[in-house]
């Protein structure tokens, strides 16, 4: 008989939660009302107007989606449970609903010459969510959950990756302030090569 998986509701959950804030960023993202579109060329205009929605949403989405697959890898590690792990769960899944949010802002300024308080805040959830990590590996380690060895020594590289997402992102949300669009341009780049390499690494 196969060992019963400990954390199966606690998967069930999160998975739901990731499901709902990935459901969430498109919500925003809407034409004008038919009623203020006279013809095909307003409506290209219209079109025209969302794309930093869009890429706003496209964006998040990929955020959202690497932080699932590198969650569910997490989790796949883990055999056991404990009260401070199920609470750093918590924290994480807090970052990732918190997401739509910036990602609204985004759309709506990116473009504008208010642009920095969006992408400040965008780069500071991500930081936070590295420190989410931090946390979660943190807990996985120091009660033991791990199924073995090997799997101690990748949860405590995931640990190591959350406190350079912090310093990255925090980096860059500082910089927000001066170079919005840049950072807007370089926090693209780096999910950009984080999916990449998420796509090529062979998981066994």
């Excluded at 009623?35 to 930093?52: E, M, Q």
């Excluded at 899944?93 to 992408?119: C, K, N, S």
Aim: glycine share 4%; hydrophobic share 55%.
């Amino acid at each position: 008989m196969a060992d019963e998986n400990v954390n199966a509701r606690l998967e069930a959950f999160c998975d739901a939660v990731f499901a709902i804030a990935l459901t969430l960023l498109i919500i925003d993202i809407r034409l004008p009302s038919p009623s203020t579109i006279n013809d095909s060329a307003g409506v290209w205009l219209a079109l025209k107007h969302i794309l930093p929605s869009i890429f706003a949403f496209v964006l998040s989405f990929i955020v959202i989606l690497i932080t699932w697959v590198n969650h569910h890898a997490c989790l796949k590690l883990v055999n056991k449970s404990s009260s401070s792990f199920i609470y750093s769960n918590g924290f994480l899944l807090l970052t990732v609903v918190f997401v739509p949010f910036p990602t609204a802002l985004i759309g709506d300024y990116l473009l504008t010459d208010h642009a920095a308080p969006a992408v400040f805040l965008y780069n500071a959830i991500l930081a936070i969510q590295g420190i989410a990590w931090v946390f979660l590996c943190g807990t996985v380690v120091k009660n033991n959950l791990t199924k073995d060895e090997k799997s101690t020594a990748q949860t405590r590289v995931n640990r190591r990756n959350g406190y350079f997402a912090f310093a990255v992102y925090s980096l860059l949300a500082i910089i927000a302030f001066w170079f919005p669009l840049v950072v807007a341009v370089v926090t693209t780049l780096t999910w950009i090569f984080w999916l990449i390499l998420g796509i090529s690494i062979k998981h066994g």
